[in-house]
């Protein structure tokens, strides 16, 4: 008879959400590798049916209190996209500036508290911050940098309340985002030491084979625009994601999996961001990350925390860029009328890519929605990754292992809360 044994975990730590994790032993190998996404489905699709197009930005803010903006990105440029509009000059320059703060405070929020404790023997950030309260306060100090940032041009810090279909409801004036330029100078400073500290960090030498794909800018590190690019030669419209993305629901998630039409996984996220964008990086950024022994490609899951810190050191610099050149618009929005049709947008959230999709109907009602968040677009290639890495570490005690697997997700900073639909009902009568 086989000898099986079973590792569970039953509620990951320093994630958002609620997940679990469940592997499976037979005959001392790996036989089975399930990321339990158990979180209750909120059915935000559904939810969306039947409401204004204009609605849809702030609705879609709910899913998550950590990436609201990515979800108001993606819902804004879906809608205009089905109108017919496009958003340009000051306008498009703040939701860029929009974006920064939500990296930066996303970031190093993860990189700070959530991430940097597993490499340094902490059990959690706080047990980090009671021994190093100097490094600490300055990382959140950080983080408040970026959550002012999103306060500045969305109304307040989460769930922000100033971005419409068009534009914002409100355009800041420029003596509102001047005092933030000069806290991003000594920003700037702290986010080239998160990447030097980060750097100095003992990671376990394992890479993996991944396909990248995030979205691809003709001219800059994109946030809001682009193509769908993948690192093995796929370069789409965000209109024709559907046709080379496919959803299925697995029996231990809540949230559905995605992946390639053909079946195979993918990464999304900072490391596939970097891949594909590196070179529309500042060079000093570029030059940084050379001294700090990152290349153009990292796979490695584990320095992920250093890529994350590059992130957040550009996300500072482009925020300091924006607001150096900025013009207040003439107008707060466009005008947007609807229209009866369908609209596209993707955005890059802090753990990577965010596809929207919606029909609406000429008098501007949401006829149908679908959302697809990044953790739904790892969820299998962290399953992977995690077989993968046990199988090297089959032999070590079944505590010990357990703790490197929690290591091992955290890695991919995965959004568990952003599950927004469920595919199977089963109803059973007597």
Not at 50 to 68: K, L, N, Q, S
Request: proline share 6%.
């Amino acid at each position: 008879m086989s000898r099986r044994n079973l590792i569970r975990v039953p509620a990951l730590a320093r994630v958002e959400g609620e997940g679990g994790l469940t592997v499976t032993l037979k005959g001392g190998a790996v036989d089975r590798v399930e990321l339990n996404i158990f979180e209750p489905p909120r059915f935000f699709e559904a939810l969306l049916r039947g409401r204004r197009f204009t609605e849809a930005p702030d609705i879609t803010a709910r899913i998550c209190g950590i990436c609201p903006v990515a979800y108001q990105m993606s819902a804004v440029h879906a809608m205009e996209r089905a109108c017919g509009v496009t958003v340009g000059g000051a306008l498009r320059e703040l939701r860029r500036l929009l974006y920064c703060g939500e990296w930066i405070e996303s970031h190093v929020l993860h990189v700070v508290m959530l991430h940097a404790p597993d490499f340094l023997g902490y059990e959690s950030g706080l047990h980090l911050a009671k021994d190093q309260p100097k490094l600490v306060e300055r990382g959140l100090q950080l983080k408040k940098l970026g959550n002012d940032l999103v306060r500045a041009v969305g109304g307040r810090e989460i769930h922000p309340v100033n971005v419409k279909v068009g534009g914002f409801y409100r355009a800041p004036t420029r003596a509102e985002l001047e005092p933030l330029r000069a806290r991003l100078d000594e920003a700037y400073v702290v986010a080239e030491e998160l990447v030097r500290w980060t750097a100095g960090f003992e990671f376990p030498d394992f890479t993996q084979p991944w396909v990248f794909v995030a979205l691809r800018h003709e001219a800059e590190y994109p946030f809001c625009e682009g193509r769908v690019t993948s690192s093995d030669g796929l370069s789409l419209d965000v209109a024709d994601f559907e046709r080379e993305f496919v959803e299925e629901q697995l029996p231990h998630s809540n949230a559905l999996h995605c992946r390639r039409k053909d079946g195979s996984n993918y990464h999304v996220g900072p490391l596939a961001r970097w891949a594909i964008n590196f070179d529309h990086l500042p060079p000093d950024i570029r030059h940084l990350a050379a001294a700090v022994g990152v290349g153009p490609v990292e796979r490695n899951p584990f320095r992920s925390i250093v890529v994350r810190a590059l992130e957040t050191l550009f996300a500072v610099h482009e925020a300091r860029r924006i607001i150096q050149a900025y013009v207040e618009p003439e107008v707060s929005a466009v005008l947007v009328e609807p229209r009866d049709g369908t609209g596209w947008g993707a955005s890059e959230a802090p753990r990577g890519i965010l596809y929207h999709r919606y029909r609406i109907t000429a008098d501007g009602q949401i006829a149908d929605a679908r959302i697809v968040p990044p953790t739904s677009q790892n969820q299998a290639t962290i399953e992977g990754d995690l077989r993968a890495f046990v199988t090297s570490r089959v032999g070590l005690p079944v505590k010990e292992l357990t703790w490197q697997c929690e290591q091992a997700i955290r890695n991919y900073d995965p959004g568990i809360s952003c599950a927004t639909h469920f595919l199977r009902l089963d109803v059973r009568h007597g």
